[in-house]
């Protein structure tokens, strides 16, 4: 068990819980192979900024996500205000994230950083999904090729992709 | 979302994870991530906590923005409280330490779309 000020370590505790439930043990992508690199060419006051949310958002008038390692993509209009966001997901406390969605699909202040000049501005669309695909496989034969196919659709220059699991 | 992160820069477009799950996206292994210590269901922030949510997300795009290193999960120093009990309680799963919730906590899976309301429901079938 780590110190309170070290990251809880959810890898440790999900191993003990479903030992202790006697489930199969899980398996975390583990990727220890340097990562891919594309070099940042813009200061965020001028990037295009596009937001891929995992916590689960759909928009009303969208057929929810089902809970069993649903891969589909929901395209959000990112000014669509977050109060029209719902959100469904299987693994944690949906209470909070419906009250406010931007907690795990933060367009309303990322609205707000384009109106400071934070960030210079958004794709048109933001993408979401339901992060709780216990395949690896089907995450990376469905759900990234569509991904990758749906941001190559926005035909849109794109700065920095800001991701945001949950 | 590590493994997202890898693919969308392998086609040539720059990423930045948020994370609140330092153990899990350090062995995913993304390009650039950004720790903020928060619970499950909390990556962006407070409910309702504007000023907050927006001082995470600077941060958080100052911070990863930064990076260097392929492979770095910078610590944003951003938390959730100075008070650190919740992560004795905090599992993965719905009892993130915050709430209240013992023993198994996930929710049944089943391939029937979960709506967040009856309302939502019936736009959608409309």
Redesign the interface.
């Known amino acids: 068990?780590?110190s309170?000020?070290e990251?809880?370590?959810?890898?440790?505790?999900?191993r003990?819980?479903y030992s202790a439930?006697g489930y199969e043990p899980y398996q975390?992508?583990?990727?220890?192979?340097?990562?891919?690199?594309?070099?940042?060419t813009k200061p965020?006051a001028e990037s295009k900024i596009?937001l891929?949310g995992?916590?689960g958002a759909y928009k009303?008038?969208?057929?929810?996500?089902?809970?069993?390692?649903?891969t589909g993509l929901r395209l959000i209009p990112s000014h669509q205000p977050a109060t029209d966001v719902?959100?469904?997901h299987?693994?944690?406390?949906?209470?909070?994230?419906?009250?406010?969605p931007?907690?795990?699909?933060?367009l309303?202040?990322?609205n707000?950083?384009v109106e400071e000049g934070?960030?210079k501005s958004l794709t048109p669309q933001s993408i979401a999904f339901m992060?709780g695909i216990y395949s690896?496989r089907r995450?990376?034969e469905e759900?990234?090729p569509a991904?990758?196919n749906e941001?190559e659709a926005m035909e849109t220059e794109?700065?920095?992709?800001?991701?945001?699991?949950? | 979302m590590g493994l997202v992160a890898r693919a969308l820069e392998a086609t040539g477009i720059s990423t930045l994870v948020l994370t609140a799950a330092h153990s899990i996206t350090k062995a995913a292994n993304p390009p650039r991530a950004a720790y903020v210590d928060m619970p499950l269901g909390y990556t962006a922030g407070k409910p309702h906590d504007e000023e907050f949510q927006k001082l995470l997300l600077r941060t958080a795009l100052d911070a990863g923005t930064a990076i260097e290193s392929p492979g770095t999960v910078i610590d944003t120093a951003i938390k959730w409280s100075n008070d650190p009990s919740w992560k004795e309680r905090a599992s993965s799963g719905l009892n993130n330490g915050v709430v209240s919730s013992e023993g198994d906590t996930r929710s049944d899976r089943t391939d029937i779309p979960q709506y967040q309301s009856e309302e939502d429901r019936e736009a959608a079938e409309a």
């Open positions: 068990m780590s309170s000020s990251p809880v370590d959810y890898i440790d505790r999900t003990e819980q439930l975390w992508a583990e990727r220890p192979e340097t990562p891919p690199w594309t070099p940042l965020l596009l891929v995992s916590g009303k008038g969208q057929v929810a996500y089902h809970w069993k390692d649903d719902r959100v469904t299987f693994a944690y406390d949906l209470e909070p994230a419906r009250s406010d931007n907690i795990v699909f933060p309303d202040r990322l707000e950083l934070f960030i992060g690896i995450t990376e759900l990234i991904l990758i941001i794109i700065d920095l992709a800001l991701l945001v699991p949950v």
